[in-house]
DNA sequence: TAATTATTTTTGTGATCACATTTTCAAAAT
DNA sequence: ATTTTGAAAATGTGATCACAAAAATAATTA
């Protein structure tokens, strides 16, 4: 207990214990870090973190409102199990969000925008090189979050990030079986779609990115890393 | 302060004080009777609901992360105002989502749901007529949710309800200043389309539906709302 | 009277404690 | 050896308290 897979972070001056609790843990399971079954204790993440055990269960319930977790009835917490069935919900519920929120944000994306989306793809390549998944893995995100963002009454963010959440647990499942992670990467077609204002273009940039990427695992291929991984 | 628009609820044995002061919040939120701009504070709401400030916390952090409050930065909770461009952002969102969350349903459909399905409906229909808004409202939600539940798998339930309770304080306004809710009604048409098993038809009735219904409000009027409550 | 300052009250935050339940682990019985 | 029983430890939950920041109110000044 208390030895959790959970990287210091850095943390601004004002953040509230609990909010740094609760990034701390996004992020250990958005890259997968947390295997899912594994328990985890109020208090042991407490100590882990060095403060107590109120601003650590407003972090937990917050993730679990936000489908990272899941609370069981004896009210233990822990990372949801995957399945072949819930991981092809999870992938075709992310494709159906990300394209409406690419087409919604495609009216007020500007060149500013696209420079940085330019960049911050870079940014991925460069990770990918050097063959640092994790931070591929949040470029990638990034990425995508940045483009969503153009629409200023974007409410669809919290949602998208909710299934990268979800989805987060296989994905370390998968890095450790599968050498490298396959990136791929259809964000040159998405910018060069935005730079021509093409929403049918993006949305299916967008769409190709995500069914050639997580959602090319094929079900047998699922199944056979979960078994692989004692799932 | 304390006198919050909080009816008390049936609590089931067991149920623990922060999971019914989020039920209790969170209802009182979904059928619009917190006004938008309204701050709420912990103390104020636990004295309410007459428990402590621990549990209320950890119900308004997660209600945060649901979308149906907001967090300031000064640390105050409200309720989120709504505009014109957000509120068709979310009614686009919802009708997205709810169609693909019926049209995941349909291959897991059942007699027995079915059946269910008209129950419900109907109730909704004798609510209505009843002139009872907030009732009729929850069980329309509640038509909706069985349909998606049909899905074992679904994980977009969470989603749509996070943008009911987006739409549900605006609805209390349009409540207050339209003497009666314009309930429209596709249920049946859904219902014949899912005898069928007839996807496109199905996902097109609960477009419909979305769309005449709270969808049906046109820009002014929502801005015409909007002003006259004050917003 | 209007603006500014000082004081008081309210509020969010997080640590701590007590309690009940659950889990774990060792001892005893079958 | 397996199961059952009992004690000990761990855990979730919620109330309370102290502290700092913010808001509201009172007092003072221009």
Redesign the interface.
């Given at each position: 207990m208390g030895n959790l897979a959970l990287e210091p972070m850095d943390r601004p001056e004002g953040m509230t214990t609990?909010e740094y609790a609760h990034r701390r843990l996004r992020q250990a399971i958005m890259v997968g870090s947390i295997r899912p079954g594994e328990s985890l204790t109020i208090r042991g993440i407490a100590e882990a973190m060095e403060s107590s055990p109120?601003p650590v269960?407003?972090a937990l319930?917050?993730l679990?409102?936000?489908?990272a977790l899941r609370v069981l009835d004896n009210r233990r917490i822990m990372v949801p199990r995957m399945?072949a069935?819930?991981f092809s919900?999870?992938v075709?519920?992310r494709s159906?969000?990300e394209q409406?929120a690419a087409r919604?944000a495609v009216p007020h994306i500007t060149e500013r925008c696209i420079d940085r989306l330019e960049e911050v793809d870079r940014a991925q390549d460069e990770a990918i090189s050097r063959k640092d998944n994790a931070t591929a893995l949040l470029l990638n995100q990034e990425f995508h979050r940045t483009l969503y963002s153009a629409?200023?009454?974007?409410?669809?963010i919290?949602?998208v990030e909710?299934?990268w959440l979800?989805l987060g647990p296989f994905l370390g499942i998968a890095m450790e079986h599968v050498a490298q992670l396959y990136f791929v990467d259809r964000h040159q077609e998405a910018i060069a779609a935005l730079r021509k204002r093409d929403e049918d273009a993006v949305a299916a940039a967008i769409k190709a990115d995500i069914s050639e990427g997580i959602g090319g695992f094929e079900r047998a291929a699922i199944e056979n890393l979960l078994r692989l991984a004692g799932q």
């Open positions: 609990h109120t269960r407003e319930r917050r679990s409102s936000e489908g399945t069935d819930r919900e999870l075709s519920l159906v969000l409406h919604r629409n200023p009454e974007q409410a669809i919290p949602m909710s299934i979800q």
